[in-house]
């Protein structure tokens, strides 16, 4: 038991009890904001990844994507960039805790990466499986 207590006291808590629970939401959904607000400025991906959804948003609703096309493509946008924000995060905290160059560091790196592109190349497998027999159809 005193070990646990000595465990608890170590470890750092985090000041949640300021405010209502309203004001602790609104705090909170702010530091959401600013977090996207961080990656749509200094994130090139999160710039290419908004740039292909507005085109992937707009091919649907040139080609009348049905109802189950658009919740995938709406799906995958949404994967694609909150896993863009897990890479951000990621990476900042290596870079805080490893600045040196590591091998370590670039394995935690290159994975984290990786992880936004399966999802990328599994968006445009769908997407070609959505758009492309459209596309024929209103040419042939």
Not at 23 to 41: M, T, W
Request: charge should be neutral; aromatic fraction near 8%.
């Amino acid at each position: 038991m005193e070990l646990q207590d000595k465990k608890q006291a170590k470890s750092p808590k985090r000041n949640k009890e300021t405010g209502t629970k309203l004001q602790r939401y609104i705090k909170s959904f702010l530091h959401a904001v600013e977090g996207i607000s961080y990656a749509v400025k200094y994130e090139h991906n999160m710039i290419i990844i908004i740039i292909m959804a507005i085109l992937a948003m707009t091919l649907g609703f040139i080609l009348n994507i049905n109802n189950y096309e658009w919740l995938f493509v709406i799906l995958i946008i949404g994967l694609i960039a909150a896993c863009e924000m897990i890479n951000t995060a990621v990476e900042a905290v290596i870079d805080l805790i490893s600045p040196d160059i590591n091998p370590l560091a670039k394995i935690a790196k290159d994975s984290a990466s990786s992880a936004t592109l399966l999802l990328c190349i599994t968006a445009l497998t769908g997407g070609l499986l959505i758009y492309i027999p459209k596309i024929i159809e209103m040419f042939f």
